[in-house]
């Protein structure tokens, strides 16, 4: 991937919904950073809307503050409780966390696996919090990078 190539990899607007077996704090965690991305990128539904095909986000992993390999690392754990048709938000703080995550997404395609990865959302947002801070140092983290992924039947 070239240095002037764009982070974002978006291929259609998706109605998000939150899996009921996430618990509160983590649908509020969610709600918070998904809120970070632009809006006609994502469509947080309550309920499921049948018309359109839609993102069932079944877990998530913070990764924000880890360094690389943590955030890749952490992301293929939590994939294990996601089944086909399921997605798995991750966000993480160190830029490394793109390529890694792309080019693992892209190797499970290449793969003979039952089952295969699709990034759908692959992007960066500034936190609102850092934005609004002039006082930042050179070690503050002001960018999130977001990464939903589905796990795809390929079969």
Do not use: W
């Not at 924000?64 to 939590?78: D, F, I, S």
């Not at 409780?81 to 399921?86: K, N």
């Amino acid at each position: 991937m070239s240095a002037d190539s764009p982070s974002i990899m978006i291929r259609a607007s998706y109605p998000i919904c939150l899996a009921k077996t996430l618990s509160e704090s983590e649908q509020h965690s969610l709600r918070q950073l998904l809120d970070l991305l632009p809006a006609d990128n994502i469509n947080l539904k309550d309920e499921m809307d049948l018309s359109k095909p839609a993102l069932i986000i079944k877990n998530m992993v913070d990764g924000r503050g880890l360094a690389c390999p943590m955030p890749l690392l952490k992301t293929k754990v939590a994939l294990r409780s996601v089944v086909a048709g399921e997605s798995l938000y991750v966000v993480a703080t160190d830029p490394n966390s793109q390529a890694d995550i792309m080019a693992f997404c892209q190797q499970s395609i290449q793969t003979d696996a039952a089952s295969s990865l699709s990034l759908i959302i692959n992007q960066a947002s500034v936190s609102d919090k850092k934005a609004a801070s002039h006082q930042q140092s050179k070690h503050s983290v002001d960018t999130i990078y977001h990464f939903i992924i589905t796990k795809t039947d390929s079969n």
